[in-house]
Every structure is written in structure tokens, then in C-alpha cells.
């Protein structure tokens, strides 16, 4: 499996971005899929998650409103448009997948096998 992610880049305060994830080497359709981040010093936290069919989306408390998660099932790639951004936004976006298929929404890192190589994110004040 291999999750490739792009869209990253400097933007102000306020601005927007809309990141990508391109997935090979796995039936991207049965998959859930999801977003986290890591900021300097900190852990990785969760952003959004999405289901395999795309029904279904959650996200974290400090994004909810302005990012918003989506999937194109027949070009194996998942979305994240981020909206009215934040300096508290800056950190590398990781696109994720978990080791099952047609699994659950999941929201801890260690329920995810699959990380792509992530891309990074930088809000200006």
C-alpha cells in the first residue's frame, strides 16, 4: 500500500488549501480512510476520517466547520479542503489508512497501518 500526499504550502491566516491523497497498490474502495497531523513538538493527533463508501465522515472538535474530508473512489484519491485556516493549523498532514477493509471510522494512530510520507502545512499570522 502506498498513500501519496500533496497539496501542502504557506498560506495566511484565513486562507484555504485543499490537500490530496492518492492511494496504490489496494482496492482504495473497501478502505476507510483518514487525516492526521503533526505539529512541532507535539504528537500526531486525529483530523477527519472517512468511510470506504464516503457516507459517513467525523473530525476532530478543532477543525469541525472548516475542514472538510471527501474521496473519489474511482480515482483511489481522498480530499481534504481546509478552510479559513489557522496558525494552530501548521504541521504535517498525514493521509492514512487502516491494516482492514470495510472497517469502522477509527481515530487512534494505532489503529492505522498504512502512512503516507505527509505534507506540510504552514499558516502565517
Known amino acids: 500500500v502506498q498513500l501519496q500526499a500533496s497539496g501542502g504550502g504557506l498560506v495566511q491566516a484565513g486562507g484555504y488549501l485543499r490537500l490530496s491523497c492518492a492511494a496504490s497498490?489496494?482496492?482504495?474502495?473497501?478502505?476507510?480512510m483518514g487525516w492526521f497531523r503533526q505539529a512541532p513538538g507535539k504528537e500526531r493527533e486525529f483530523v477527519a476520517v472517512?468511510?470506504?463508501?464516503?457516507?459517513?465522515?467525523s473530525y476532530a472538535d478543532s477543525v469541525k466547520g472548516r475542514f472538510t474530508i471527501s474521496r473519489d473512489n474511482a480515482k483511489n484519491t481522498m480530499y481534504l479542503q481546509m478552510n479559513s485556516l489557522k496558525p494552530e493549523d501548521t504541521a504535517v498532514y498525514y493521509c492514512?489508512?487502516?491494516?482492514?477493509?470495510?472497517?469502522?471510522?477509527?481515530?487512534?494512530?494505532?489503529?492505522?497501518?498504512?502512512w503516507g510520507q505527509g505534507t506540510k502545512v504552514t499558516v502565517s499570522s
Open positions: 497498490g489496494v482496492t482504495f474502495s473497501r478502505y476507510v
Open positions: 472517512i468511510s470506504w463508501s464516503g457516507s459517513s465522515t
Open positions: 492514512v489508512a487502516p491494516q482492514k477493509q470495510f472497517g469502522f471510522l477509527y481515530f487512534k494512530v494505532t489503529e492505522y497501518a498504512y
